[in-house]
């Protein structure tokens, strides 16, 4: 019965991490225009360093990270709006941008994630 | 640009010819013309309007482009670039306006403010919830059924993969057909936003390194490039059936 309610929580978590994305990833889209998806790097890569400060935090406190690392952090980032806005910026003949797009998204989210894990293995 | 007009007397106010070129596009589809509309906005175009002519509601779709002559001319062959197939015409006419000369620069491309409206983020929210569901789904099924899941997480990478072939899918549906903002909300932001994940993936690259390098830039190198082919699949066959 416990794992049902750590489910509950987790897909509650997910949903509200959604939301977060909606409203962080639209706001940094409308500061920051519209020629770089800069609304979901921001989300994933922050999304990241937030993994990585738990993870470096509690690396043996299983539930807590998969309540919180599969529901509010995963659910706040995102993989297939990442893929569409590549397309999009391919197909808009924007090769450079969506190269960076990808790379950029992959080597800050590991930066991130690592930084993330230092800081939360220092400070506890 | 801005002249004088010769032989009036100076009079308020005070009238400012420049020399205005319209450019009439005929994008073959409304992906093209969208494609089109975003790289106008990003060379600076003053104004750029879509419309369709007229016959039974599905006529050929117009794409009309206005800035001063000289400037629209410069971006003509960044346009041709993009749309090597769209006709193209343009015509110039001299238009006095009784206005600044930076009248068509000012103002025109200002994006409006964005407000989360809460009705929206309900949708969102209960996507999320689903779709994080779905994705749990996936983990769980792989790894009880593939013994070294723990080191190639293909449950993960299914659920990205599956997320950006259907996101391929609804942006071509937004683009080419009418999909409700409530279904976006739901579906596009919430549910495959929330099927899919990035934090999971970054984790399981940098994890899985210390485990075995080759795997995990397998996995990391894949996913992407599983990711990519899904999104232009779900693209092209959507313009296929459309």
Redesign the interface.
């Known amino acids: 019965m416990a794992f049902a309610a750590e489910v509950l929580v987790t897909l509650l978590g997910a949903g509200l991490g959604a939301v977060l994305r909606y409203a962080l990833g639209c706001w940094v889209n409308h500061r920051l225009g519209p020629e770089f998806p800069w609304g979901t790097l921001a989300v994933n890569v922050a999304g990241c360093f937030t993994l990585g400060l738990l993870e470096g935090a509690a690396p043996d406190d299983g539930v807590l990270l998969f309540v919180l690392g599969k529901g509010i952090i995963a659910g706040f980032t995102t993989f297939s709006t990442l893929m569409l806005e590549t397309l999009n910026l391919a197909l808009s003949r924007e090769h450079e941008r969506a190269f960076f797009n990808v790379v950029g998204s992959l080597s800050l989210g590991l930066a991130a994630f690592l930084f993330g894990t230092y800081l939360g293995a220092a400070a506890v | 640009m801005a002249q004088e007009p010769n032989g009036q007397a100076a009079s308020a106010p005070r009238a400012t010819p420049i020399v205005v070129a319209q450019a009439t596009l005929r994008p073959q589809s409304e992906?093209e013309c969208e494609?089109l509309i975003?790289?106008s906005?990003?060379l600076g175009i003053a104004s750029a309007t879509a419309y369709r002519g007229l016959e039974d509601g599905e006529g050929p779709i117009f794409l009309m482009l206005l800035d001063e002559a000289d400037l629209l001319e410069g971006f003509l062959p960044e346009l041709r670039?993009?749309a090597p197939e769209a006709p193209l015409s343009v015509i110039r006419e001299e238009a006095v306006h009784v206005s600044p000369s930076d009248f068509l620069r000012g103002g025109v491309l200002e994006?409006k403010?964005?407000r989360?409206e809460a009705r929206?983020?309900a949708w969102?929210?209960?996507?999320?919830?689903?779709?994080?569901?779905a994705?749990?789904l996936l983990?769980g099924v792989g790894s009880y059924a593939i013994p070294f899941h723990a080191l190639f997480p293909f449950g993960t990478m299914a659920a990205?993969v599956a997320?950006?072939f259907?996101?391929?899918i609804f942006?071509t549906l937004l683009f080419e057909r009418f999909v409700e903002e409530r279904e976006r909300?739901f579906w596009?932001?919430?549910f495959?936003?929330?099927?899919?994940?990035?934090?999971?993936?970054?984790?399981q690259?940098?994890q899985g390194w210390e485990a075995s390098p080759f795997l995990s830039a397998i996995y990391?190198g894949s996913?992407?490039v599983l990711?990519?082919l899904?999104?232009?699949l779900g693209?092209r066959l959507t313009r296929r059936l459309l």
């Open positions: 992906l494609r975003r790289l906005h990003r670039r993009a994006p403010p964005f989360a929206h983020a969102v929210f209960a996507g999320g919830a689903l779709g994080a569901g994705r749990l983990e990205n997320g950006s259907a996101i391929a942006g909300m596009v932001l919430g495959l936003g929330s099927l899919t994940t990035f934090s999971s993936y970054v984790q690259t940098a990391g996913s992407i990711g990519l899904a999104a232009v693209l």
